[in-house]
């Protein structure tokens, strides 16, 4: 059973940085795509950014592009999400995703809200 575990969401100022951790289990980690989703409230799911299983093909939405960084650690299966000069407009609840074997799995999320 694949779980996935998110981390290091919080509260911070505009302009301010965070740096999301998902922890991954129960699948063969480094083979597959991972994805940083984001939904606000009383919005759609949106996909924020992607990595490639190798690490070597990233892909970002319009609005974070610049801004946020995905990585992955494929000896610690975990995939994390820098995000600097956030803004207001980045609060939201912060999901991460793989599509293994046909299925969607996903993270409970962690909250990043900012403000000040």
């Known amino acids: 059973q694949v779980h996935l575990v998110e981390s290091g969401g919080g509260l911070v100022q505009p302009g301010g940085s965070l740096r999301l951790s998902c922890a991954a289990s129960g699948m063969n980690f480094r083979l597959y795509t991972m994805d940083w989703y984001r939904q606000a409230p009383g919005e759609q799911r949106d996909l924020v950014a992607s990595i490639s299983g190798g690490g070597g093909t990233t892909n970002y939405a319009d609005s974070v592009q610049g801004r946020f960084t995905i990585s992955r650690d494929n000896v610690w299966n975990r995939v994390y999400l820098q995000m600097n000069s956030l803004k207001v407009e980045d609060t939201a609840v912060y999901y991460c995703?793989?599509?293994?074997?046909?299925?969607?799995?996903w993270g409970r999320g962690t909250q990043v809200t900012v403000s000040s």
């Open positions: 995703h793989t599509r293994y074997r046909a299925a969607d799995y």
